[in-house]
């Protein structure tokens, strides 16, 4: 089945360590997003992909930075996470840029800071 | 700002009746309203659209009605099901946010056999 895959499903840091997280999607969509969910709230746009083009949120922390090797590969790297970074990271996939509003979601990786 | 407001964060209905969540929002340029559900350990996943030039859209049980002058959107699935038992998001797209989506925090739905 076409899918969104996220590894891995839980990562644990240590404060200031540098932290990747990784998504790939089986779906070939052009677009890809990275989300920052924490407890009880809204899903947070991070950033986002239009195939290689990227696209930061105004209020996303320069801590936050992502890579997009190929189509099907996206990291999210955090430089130096503090404990307000803790998470629900959610990655989520698109068609294309008119299709923004079905977003195929992957399962997310909560990251813990310690 | 949170511009997308879901004031319930949990809900319990028993099996067969009627569920109702309600949005709200307060950026008046929104002109497409979604709706997507969430079971544990899954992401989310799109259930329902609506664009502001309908009031209401149905999908087999589910229905959602969009009161632009209130601002104001709710989803109502009948008759409710143990099966959707989730979380559900309200999003909201337009104005300065044209090619993306406003997630609320949220709603847990509870159907009770």
């Known amino acids: 089945d076409a899918m969104v895959i996220q590894n891995p499903r839980y990562q644990v840091t240590q404060f200031g360590k540098p932290v990747t997280l990784s998504c790939s999607q089986t779906?070939?969509?052009?677009?890809m997003y990275w989300y920052q969910q924490k407890s009880s709230q809204a899903p947070k746009l991070l950033f986002h992909y239009y195939d290689k083009d990227f696209n930061n949120e105004a209020d996303t922390p320069d801590n936050f930075q992502s890579r997009r090797p190929n189509t099907s590969f996206c990291f999210l790297d955090i430089r130096s996470p503090g404990l307000g970074d803790a998470a629900m990271y959610l990655c989520?996939?698109?068609?294309?840029?008119?299709?923004?509003?079905?977003?195929?979601f992957g399962p997310g990786t909560r990251l813990t800071v310690t | 700002d949170q511009q997308v407001k879901q004031n319930s964060p949990s809900l319990s209905v028993q099996e067969g009746r009627i569920s109702i969540l309600n949005c709200d929002y307060t950026n008046s340029m929104f002109d497409y309203f979604l709706w997507y559900k969430k079971y544990p350990a899954e992401g989310p996943t799109f259930l329902i659209s609506i664009s502001s030039i309908k009031d209401k859209n149905e999908d087999g049980r589910f229905t959602v009605f969009l009161n632009k002058s209130a601002k104001h959107l709710s989803l109502h699935i009948v008759p409710s099901q143990p099966g959707d038992s989730a979380v559900y998001f309200c999003a909201a797209n337009g104005g300065t946010s044209y090619d993306k989506v406003i997630f609320g925090p949220g709603t847990s739905l509870s159907v009770i056999p």
């Open positions: 779906l070939n969509h052009n677009v």
């Open positions: 989520a996939t698109s068609r294309d840029r008119r299709s923004f509003y079905e977003q195929y």
